[in-house]
């Protein structure tokens, strides 16, 4: 129950007025649903497409799949994910790796690098609570391997379903919205004019995205609103109109009338009728954007009763007019009035181009965060917005989308091979979630297995049927989504293996501490003016690239700063706990370790306030130097304490004067630093201390000579590793390592932190690692 009421005090801290709530729902409209809105253009087009239900087909097939659509429609969007898988946030965030996630902090089954050290732990880790009853699912995921690897297979997985779905649904809802022009032209001439439209709306659509949502997205939300209005509007006028009774469809036993009646028809039909809920899961992967409340208000009040507005009113419409010989007269666009057609179709165009927008930007999000936490290479993030850090644009994937939706656009030309390819691709989303949020209510939630199993039991049992129905269809487009999954799953694969061998080799190979602490008269170690800041993986440890530096280059500087940068896998880290800051050896050697944490939503700050923060978190730690009782230890046994908040830290002064050493006073101690090493551009620093502080004198010379290296300038010391598979290894790993790893790291962005470093100031070490 304490966890209970810590995610309850979190939520209720996280609660708006219900004015910015409302705003927030009304925003949410075009970067939400934009999917899901555009669905009626193809569903029932999807559903009576390719004769798996005949053509002779009356009312009671048409009530049929009505019904089919109102309870797909009502079971997983309404039910399952805003009223049950919402509540499963992390720390507001949400998607499969958030629910992975949570199951992983819960519970010690997580594959992915350690990205904390020394006991130390993140408020924003600390909702789960600290005794949770040992299930005997819990106990299973820490003793086997082999379901940790199928866990985080299992989360892969979902996420590039996501990945397919990006390439699919713009394809498919540009498409599909143009194709209202096929009932003002000729049969053999829309097929030469669709596809270069669709074209040109699919280039343009992605060559928007540099520009960033916060600027392309403001009109997203009216249009959406507008879309949905209308088709809400026109289904009211079908309904009145042409069937008033057709009220009568939303009973389930229509339901089973169809599916008795048409048997393996029916059955093959729901892989059209599935593509009601395209973009369901756009609410789950788009929390971290808006609220739970504001999410719930926008669907349950106005995309819910519009989209069952809408297709009662094609039903009724159709239940008339059915001719299922000729697919154009059960799509859309027929059920239009003729007066009003035109200008739909440039509303329809408009909603399908947000809608694409929505699922591209959730592609860009969930590929940050699998690169975050080392399970994609690394690429290019812009942050195109100050205020939203969410807001992201990477240039390799938007380029790799579109040629991607250009293939599959011109390669099947129809939206027939395209929605199949995209029901799969939804259906595998849902069903990898489902199973999922299951362990979720059974581990995080601490529910009877009961709950969880009738949760999986319930919406697993719907979501088979419908991945069943998807997959018969693999020959006819539903081949797609697989394969483009099994790429990117091999991708995931291979960087995540590599990288984690990577780490291991730094950890069987770094040297001790106390080694580290005698080379000096052994190698005739040369301390130069400056600091030295080591980048690397370890947080404990001399990482073997510094050991490889030294022992051919027996010189490093005045202080030494080994410098581990780690993505942890919660959304964002305090600033407060942003930095970890201990000790190596002895005052004398000032040598220091510093663990910075950033969340996979953070953005890494510039090199500039990078190093005043850094500087002035040190600072902090040497001026509380003396209370460490309550530090932790460092790999070798020596004190390594955790920095208690940075904004209590000592602040940094630069100018462009002479030094004031008023200050602080004393010398510093160090007597083997060559004077003739001077950084080419110094800078002026200075620390303005508190008059009533009270520090020693042993403190203030450290704090001076902290001071004298920072204004000599600091040096980066970054490694690049070549890794190879060790001779006698297996062929597989050979392949994966020499050619499949080396490959990725080879096109693939350096480490986000080594990007903001300054060239002129960087030494790179490379050296050869078998693995």
């Known amino acids: 129950m304490d966890g209970e009421s810590g995610r309850g005090a979190a939520r209720a801290a996280r609660r708006k007025p219900w004015r910015e709530e409302l705003v927030l729902a009304y925003q949410s409209l075009g970067v939400v649903y934009g999917g899901v809105a555009a669905a009626p253009l193809y569903v029932y087009r999807s559903a009576f497409a390719g004769g798996d239900i005949e053509h002779s087909a009356g009312n009671e097939e048409i009530y049929g799949v009505l019904s089919l659509v109102f309870w797909t429609l009502t079971l997983i969007p309404l039910v399952k994910y805003v009223f049950v898988v919402l509540r499963a946030d992390d720390n507001g965030e949400g998607g499969t790796f958030a629910l992975y996630s949570l199951i992983c902090r819960r519970v010690r089954a997580g594959l992915l690098l350690p990205v904390v050290g020394g006991g130390a732990e993140l408020t924003a880790q600390c909702d789960a609570p600290a005794a949770a009853p040992v299930s005997r699912v819990r106990a299973a995921l820490e003793r086997h391997r082999v379901l940790q690897r199928l866990l985080l297979l299992l989360a892969l997985l979902g996420t590039c379903m996501v990945i397919g779905d990006g390439v699919l649904t713009p394809a498919v809802s540009v498409f599909s919205a143009v194709s ?9 001439q829309h097929q030469y004019i669709l596809l270069p439209i669709t074209c040109v709306i699919l280039v343009f659509l992605f060559t928007l995205q540099h520009f960033g949502t916060h600027r392309v997205g403001f009109l997203f939300a009216p249009i959406v609103c507008l879309w949905l209005l209308t088709i809400s509007i026109i289904g009211v006028y079908n309904i009145v109109c042409w069937n008033p009774h057709v009220y009568q469809a939303l009973s389930p036993y229509y339901t089973y009338k169809f599916l008795q009646k048409t048997q393996t028809g029916g059955w093959m039909s729901l892989g059209g009728i599935l593509l009601c809920v395209t973009g369901s ?12 409340s504001s999410i719930k208000m926008a669907f349950t009040l106005l995309v819910y009763p519009a989209l069952v507005l809408a297709y009662m009113g094609q039903a009724a419409y159709i239940s008339r007019h059915h001719n299922f010989e000729n697919s154009n007269h059960i799509g859309f666009y027929v059920s239009v009035p003729e007066k009003i057609r035109w200008p739909v179709l440039g509303i329809a165009i408009l909603a399908a181009v947000a809608g694409s927008q929505a699922v591209i930007t959730g592609t860009f999000s969930i590929i940050k965060q699998c690169s975050s936490l080392n399970c994609f290479p690394r690429v290019k993030i812009v942050h195109t917005s100050s205020t939203v850090h969410g807001q992201i644009y990477i240039p390799e994937i938007n380029w790799i989308l579109m040629v991607l939706c250009l293939a599959v656009t011109i390669g099947f030309r129809d939206t027939k091979h395209l929605t199949n390819a995209q029901g799969l691709a939804v259906i595998t989303v849902m069903l990898v979630t489902t199973c999922l949020m299951s362990l979720v209510i059974l581990l995080c939630w601490n529910k009877s297995i009961v709950y969880a199993l009738s949760f999986l039991a319930f919406f697993g049992a719907i979501e088979v049927l419908y991945f069943s129905a998807s997959l018969v269809k693999f020959h006819e487009g539903a081949w797609v989504p697989i394969a483009l999954s099994f790429i990117f799953m091999i991708v995931m694969c291979v960087w995540h293996y590599g990288t984690r061998k990577k780490y291991e080799f730094d950890v069987q190979n770094k040297v001790s501490i106390s080694w580290f602490l005698n080379i000096g008269p052994s190698l005739g170690i040369v301390r130069v003016r400056g600091i030295g800041l080591i980048h690397t993986e370890l947080m404990s440890g001399i990482p073997a690239i510094f050991s490889h530096f030294v022992t051919n280059l027996p010189a490093f500087h005045q202080v030494l700063v080994f410098l581990c940068v780690k993505s942890v896998s919660v959304p964002h880290v305090q600033p407060e706990e942003r930095f970890l800051v201990g000790r190596i050896g002895p005052k004398k050697y000032r040598l220091y370790r510093v663990v910075v944490r950033y969340g996979y939503r953070d953005v890494q700050k510039d090199d500039i306030q990078f190093e005043k923060d850094l500087v002035s978190s040190i600072a902090e730690f040497i001026r509380c130097a003396d209370s460490n009782q309550n530090g932790f230890l460092d790999g070798a046994g020596h004190p390594y304490e955790r920095l ?12 462009d004067g002479e030094l004031d050493g008023s200050d602080s006073s004393g010398s510093s101690t160090r007597k083997d630093i060559n004077p003739n090493t001077i950084a080419p551009k110094p800078k002026r620093v200075r620390f303005v201390l508190p008059k009533d502080t009270k520090i020693d004198k042993e403190a203030r010379d450290e704090l001076q000579e902290l001071m004298e290296a920072r204004e000599a300038g600091m040096s980066f010391i970054t490694g690049r590793s070549y890794m190879k598979a060790k001779s006698g290894s297996g ?22 932190f080594t990007t903001n470093l300054p060239h002129v100031s960087t030494v790179e070490v490379g050296m050869v690692c078998q693995v």
């Open 731 to 752: 062929l597989i790993k050979q392949i994966v390592i020499n050619i499949g790893y080396e490959f990725l790291r080879r096109n693939s962005r350096g480490p986000a």
């Open 180 to 188: 209202g022009l096929e009932l003002s032209m000729a049969n053999n």
């Open 281 to 292: 899961e756009a609410m789950y992967a788009d929390l971290g954007h808006f609220t739970q």
């Open 644 to 655: 208690s908040s940075i904004s209590k830290g000592l602040p940094l002064q630069e100018d």
